[in-house]
């Protein structure tokens, strides 16, 4: 676990966790230009926030979760 700044967040340093599989596969077409395992995901409820572990400013959102 890593502890980063969040810019869904904000406030104090959030914990960022490595993606999933499925969610590397995502990032993989999304940041073509970096390996998926550099980048690490925002473990706050609710946040879909994921960026690279040593460059916060690059990074995106995963989409919401399907509706049911
Ligand atoms: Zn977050």
């Known amino acids: 676990m890593e502890f ?3 810019p869904s967040c904000g406030g104090p340093l959030q914990a960022f966790r490595p993606l999933t599989d499925e969610e ?3 990032v993989r ?3 073509p230009d970096h390996a998926p395992d550099a980048y ?3 473990t ?3 946040c879909r926030r994921y960026q ?3 460059n ?3 990074g995106g959102w995963f989409p919401p ?3 049911a």
């Open 65 to 67: 979760p399907e509706e």
């Open 40 to 42: 690490v995901r925002c």
């Open 24 to 26: 590397k596969e995502y």
């Open 52 to 54: 690279r572990s040593w």
């Open 44 to 46: 706050r409820e609710g």
């Open 29 to 31: 077409k999304e940041k």
């Open 56 to 58: 916060w400013t690059d």
């Open 4 to 6: 980063k700044r969040c």
